[in-house]
């Protein structure tokens, strides 16, 4: 697993191989699953023009899957560690913020068995729990996170 000391192609590749593994999930599911999220091009953009992309373009959710059982929803996909899920708290406010154009689905990639959770019960463990969820800031970019374990979902899983 990469980590924030190695490239960052081989960050991006890793981050890419969870998408692709989720829409393997979803398809196989009989769902349609495709490419929604806007993709930061870092070695494309300069970082004055990244300043001028749109915060809601920025925080689009990976994925749009679409069923003809259950209709359509968004999902973000997330590479897990060992006993929880890194959640920025920026990310929490794009997702709030998409949650209210289409259901916002968290795919956290866990071992080859996929935790999937709607962003609501995300969002509401997280207002629940502020208070005791261990916080830090991401080394590459000093943007804070906190650490939501997998005990919470799975305690208070209902898609």
């Keep these: 697993m990469a980590n924030i000391k190695d490239p960052f192609n081989k960050r991006k590749e890793e981050s ?3 998408v692709d593994n989720a829409k393997k999930f ?3 599911g009989g769902e349609y699953a495709n490419d929604f999220a806007w993709i930061d091009q870092q070695e494309l953009i300069t970082y004055q ?3 001028e992309v ?3 373009i920025m925080k689009m959710p990976d994925l749009l899957v679409i069923s003809k059982d259950t209709g359509s929803r968004l999902v ?3 590479g897990g560690c060992k006993d929880h899920v890194k959640l920025k708290f920026e990310d ?3 997702y709030r913020m998409w ?4 259901k916002v689905y968290i795919h956290i990639d866990r071992y080859n068995k996929p935790l999937i959770v709607s962003f609501d019960k995300i969002d509401a463990l997280f207002k629940k729990n502020k208070d005791i969820y261990k916080t830090n800031f991401m080394p590459d970019n000093m943007k804070c996170y906190f650490k ?6 799975d305690e208070n899983k209902t898609m």
């Excluded at 949650?99 to 289409?102: E, I, L």
């Excluded at 939501?148 to 979902?153: A, E, F, G, S, T």
């Design 99 to 102: 949650n209210k154009v289409c």
């Design 76 to 78: 973000e996909v997330k």
């Design 16 to 18: 890419q191989a969870s």
């Design 26 to 28: 979803y398809l196989a």
């Design 92 to 94: 929490l406010k794009g």
């Design 49 to 51: 023009e990244k300043l």
């Design 54 to 56: 749109s915060f809601f």
């Design 148 to 153: 939501l374990p997998y005990k919470d979902i």
